[in-house]
Every structure is written in structure tokens, then in C-alpha cells.
């Protein structure tokens, strides 16, 4: 990708995006946005080794940078400046980024110590001003030139491992970890590098929908099915492919099923168009779902009656697109205009504006999910007297950063206060389920979790909840 092309186009993205923070900060009463990019998280407290880093995906919407302790300084008018935490370290070194068309769309100032960092920051925060939270979100939904050509190359990269993975797949029998780690040879990245873990599933594994429990023996299998994407400055592609090969009637019948949905998928992305309602062509997918196992003799009574059943929702149990999560697919509609239902209905809309039509291909975040986030905390700043004028309004701040799942593993950084918050409570609990201090919890830590309904179901209701401040309160 040609550097100066993509240049300019960052300059364009934060510029718009400059301007648009800069409107929601005057109409909800704020001066300053405060983006932190996360902070590290050790795998076990009986150990010393830490995850990779995963930064927030707000901190990301500006900017690739992959290292923790940074903060995204806004001020509507003003340049955004971009403080970086550049403290000696002879056990790791950060990791250079792919590319520097960035730096000039930032002034930088670097700072040798977290308290050096503290005093760079807007003072006196407090939590989650939610009308704030929300337009912000909002921001993310229609893609920037710059964005759509960062998707763009996460997906070509991603197709040159899928590719490989067909061409090694067709040409005799081999192990699910072979065929994983081919596709990481192919797409150049490490483990920690995909936007989720890749899904390399032959026979009958393809049924788990996650499985990553990489078989390590070759195997005959007439098909195999591989969920994996690619990243590229921040974003992602998150591409599925399915693949038989073999004769008999088995395979035979379920070469037929995999052509009858890949006809399915392009009729849907045909049918997409502006202002139509998710739920339609949620709807309608499960219709022609329901047509397809009829026709391949899985269903014995007529599409619509299995439908009308929840059969369908047996063999299609995501929908279109799998629920989303903000740090992985980017917010497509208000928390509050969103529905959730057994076959995870989305009330999102098809909008008009800037971005391209869903394609097939692949999703996109500022972040991977990498990985997923799964609640968001805000602050902002309590009101101080003017130091320059009394008659002026108290300046306000206001602070980002999102929590972090299993999968979204922090780095070496550093803790920007050992003080506790007089007015901030303890927030525990998160989308995997598994409770942390408020503090790691805010600074964008993780921890080791499952995954059960109850704690989603939680997690969901604490999205608003109060937290502590991770740059510290004076």
C-alpha cells in the first residue's frame, strides 16, 4: 500500500474525526476527550508473564499505535496531541508500528514516568456522562476513506491464507495445527496478532462454531471449514470459508449444502440496501435456511413451518452476522434501538452514509477483536475554578478506555495511580464472566473467564456503572 496514499487519507480521518469529537464535546457540555490505550495484564497472578497487548478500540478509531500507557489528548480546535509513556525497560521492547503515516496527524509529547504522564492530563474526573458515550459510538458506525482502505488490505490479507489453506487442504490430509499455522505463515502474524483465535475445524469439528482445540494428527476429512481474518492498522477482516473435497454421497450431498449458501449469502447481500431494517434480512435469511434444508431432505416439513418451529435456528443459530461487541464489529446502532431475542435478532439499519454496503468478506473495528470488548467507562471532569478567568465556564474532560476480554491481553504498561477514587465504587463483572477489581477493570486489563449467559446478561446491565479513574484523581 502506497504510504503517501494512506497519509492522506489518516489526515482526512482525523481531521473529520477531530471535528465531529469536537461537536459532541460542545453539545454535551465537555473541553477535552482523554483516550487512553490500555494498560497490561498478567496471566496469572502467580507468575510474572504478561498477555500481549490489545489497546482499546476508541484509541485505535485515531490511530495504530500498539503500546500501553498512552493517552489521546482532544481538544476541539486544537491538534490532537498524543502522549506517549516511554519508560526504560531492559526486559521488553515495544513493538515498532507496520507503518508511521500517523505521527503527523498528532503533536507528540513523550513522558519519561506515569506521574511525568498524570501531569500532562485534564484534572479532576469523574464517571460516565452516557449521552456522551453514545454519540461517540455513533462516530464509529459510517467508515472514513481511510478506514474502508484499511479494511480493504485486512481482507487481502486474510484471502491470501485462506487461499493457502485450501490449496494445502485439496492436496492431501493434514492436522488442524498445521493448517493454523500455515494460515499465519501465509498472512504474516504471530498468534497474538489475528483479530480473534483462527477457527480450523476438519469434519466433524466444523460443528463447534469456536473450535480452536486444534487437532494435531492427520486425519482423512472431506471437508474443512477455517473462520479466520487478518489485521492491518487497527482493523480487521473476518472472513469464513468452507471447502469439501471427496467423492461418496456424503460428501457429495454437503458439497451441494455449501453451494446452495454461498447462493444464499450473495442473494442476501443483494437485498441489502439503505433504511431496511436488520430484522428483514434476518428474517428472510432464516426463510431461505429453512428452504435449503427442505430441499436437501434435513427437514421433513415445509421451510416456513421450520422456521416457524426454531429448527432453523438449530442449523443457523447466529444470524447474518453474529452479535456484535464494539471493540471487534463496530457499533451499527444505538444500545437503546437494538433487540435480542433467541435467534439474535439486531435492530440495527442499513444507513445511509459514508460507508460502503456490507460486504462479504469481512468486518472491521479499530481493534480486533482483535477480541472482543465488552463494556465501556467513561470520565469526565468534575468542575474547577478558572485559573485564568473567573467569569469563564469550568473546564471539562472527558476520559475513555474499554474493558477487555480474554482474548484482548494487555502488554507491560503502567498503572497511572495507586490511589483510590473517594468517588468511585467497585465495578466487577464482565462479558466472560469472570469478576476483577474495578481498577484493572478500567485500564483496560483482562482476565481468565468462561462464557455463560448469566454473567453476558450482567455485564450488559453494568455498561453504564461507575468505575475508577485510571489516570488518577487529584
Given at each position: 500500500?502506497?504510504?503517501?496514499t494512506?497519509?492522506?487519507?489518516h ?18 457540555g ?10 497490561p ?7 510474572d ?10 484509541f485505535?478509531h485515531?490511530?495504530?499505535?500498539m ?6 489528548v482532544?481538544e ?5 496531541r498524543?502522549l ?5 525497560n ?16 498528532f ?9 511525568a ?5 485534564p ?11 453514545a ?5 464509529r ?8 482502505e484499511?479494511?480493504a ?10 487461499e ?7 492436496d492431501?490430509?493434514?492436522p ?6 500455515a ?13 480473534y483465535?483462527?477457527?480450523?475445524a ?18 482423512p ?6 473462520d479466520?481474518g487478518?489485521c492491518?492498522?487497527?482493523y ?5 470459508r ?13 458439497a451441494g ?7 444464499m449469502?450473495?442473494r442476501?447481500?443483494a ?16 426463510r ?21 418451529a ?16 464494539p471493540?471487534f ?7 437503546s ?36 470488548s465488552?463494556s465501556?467507562?467513561?470520565?469526565s471532569?468534575?468542575k474547577t ?12 474532560a ?8 480474554p482474548?484482548?491481553r ?5 498503572d497511572?495511580?495507586?490511589k ?5 465504587p467497585?465495578l466487577?463483572g ?12 478500567l485500564?483496560?486489563?483482562v482476565?481468565?473467564?468462561s ?15 461507575p468505575g475508577?479513574?485510571?489516570f488518577?484523581?487529584k
Amino acid at each position: 500500500m502506497d504510504r503517501n496514499t494512506l497519509e492522506g487519507l489518516h489526515r482526512a480521518h482525523v481531521s473529520r474525526l477531530a471535528a465531529d469529537t469536537g461537536q459532541a464535546l460542545r453539545k454535551h457540555g465537555y473541553d477535552a476527550l482523554v483516550v487512553h490505550s490500555g494498560a497490561p495484564q498478567k496471566r496469572t497472578q502467580a507468575d510474572d508473564q504478561y498477555w500481549p497487548l490489545r489497546v482499546t478500540p476508541e484509541f485505535q478509531h485515531w490511530l495504530p499505535l500498539m503500546e500501553p500507557g498512552c493517552a489521546l489528548v482532544v481538544e476541539p480546535g486544537r491538534k490532537p496531541r498524543l502522549l506517549r509513556l516511554r519508560e526504560t525497560n531492559f526486559w521488553e521492547a515495544l513493538a515498532l508500528p507496520e507503518t508511521d503515516h500517523f505521527w503527523g496527524s498528532f503533536d507528540v509529547v513523550e513522558a519519561s514516568s506515569a506521574p511525568a504522564m498524570r501531569d500532562l492530563l485534564p484534572r479532576a474526573r469523574v464517571a460516565n456522562p452516557p449521552q456522551l458515550v453514545a454519540a461517540l459510538d455513533q462516530l464509529r458506525v459510517h467508515k472514513t476513506p481511510y478506514e474502508e482502505e484499511c479494511i480493504a488490505e485486512a481482507n487481502r490479507r486474510a484471502a491470501a491464507g485462506h487461499e493457502d489453506l485450501r490449496r494445502l487442504f485439496a492436496d492431501g490430509d493434514r492436522p488442524e495445527l498445521e493448517l493454523h499455522l500455515a494460515f499465519l505463515g501465509a498472512t504474516k502474524q504471530d498468534d497474538a496478532d489475528t483479530p480473534y483465535k483462527n477457527i480450523v475445524a476438519l469434519g466433524a469439528h466444523s460443528a463447534t462454531l469456536h473450535h480452536v482445540s486444534y487437532s494435531k494428527r492427520a486425519q482423512p476429512a472431506q471437508s474443512l471449514l477455517v473462520d479466520a481474518g487478518a489485521c492491518f492498522a487497527g482493523y480487521c477482516s473476518d472472513v469464513t470459508r468452507t471447502w469439501v473435497k471427496g467423492g461418496g454421497g456424503a460428501g457429495s450431498a454437503f458439497a451441494g449444502l455449501v453451494a446452495q449458501v454461498d447462493a444464499m449469502q450473495q442473494r442476501l447481500c443483494a437485498q441489502a440496501r439503505t433504511g431496511l431494517p436488520y430484522e428483514a434480512l434476518h428474517d428472510e435469511s432464516h426463510r431461505q435456511v429453512g428452504g435449503i434444508l427442505r430441499e436437501t431432505g434435513l427437514l421433513k416439513t415445509s421451510g416456513e413451518e421450520g422456521v416457524a418451529a426454531g429448527v432453523t435456528r438449530a442449523f443457523y443459530p447466529h444470524g447474518p452476522s453474529c452479535a456484535t461487541r464494539p471493540s471487534f464489529r463496530s457499533d451499527s446502532a444505538s444500545p437503546s434501538s437494538r433487540a435480542s431475542t433467541s435467534s439474535m435478532r439486531c435492530s440495527a439499519r442499513f444507513a445511509k452514509g459514508p460507508s460502503r454496503a456490507p460486504s462479504t468478506g469481512g468486518s472491521s473495528m479499530p481493534s480486533r477483536p482483535s477480541a472482543a470488548s465488552a463494556s465501556k467507562t467513561t470520565w469526565s471532569s468534575a468542575k474547577t475554578a478558572s485559573a485564568t478567568s473567573p467569569a469563564n465556564p469550568s473546564p471539562k474532560a472527558v476520559a475513555l478506555w474499554t474493558k477487555r476480554s480474554p482474548r484482548s491481553r494487555g502488554g507491560r504498561g503502567v498503572d497511572f495511580s495507586k490511589k483510590k477514587s473517594p468517588r468511585a465504587p467497585r465495578l466487577r463483572g464482565d462479558l466472560f464472566g469472570q469478576c476483577t477489581p474495578a481498577i484493572s477493570f478500567l485500564m483496560g486489563r483482562v482476565s481468565a473467564a468462561s462464557s455463560t449467559a448469566e454473567p453476558m446478561a450482567k455485564a450488559a446491565t453494568e455498561r453504564k456503572s461507575p468505575g475508577r479513574d485510571p489516570f488518577g484523581s487529584k
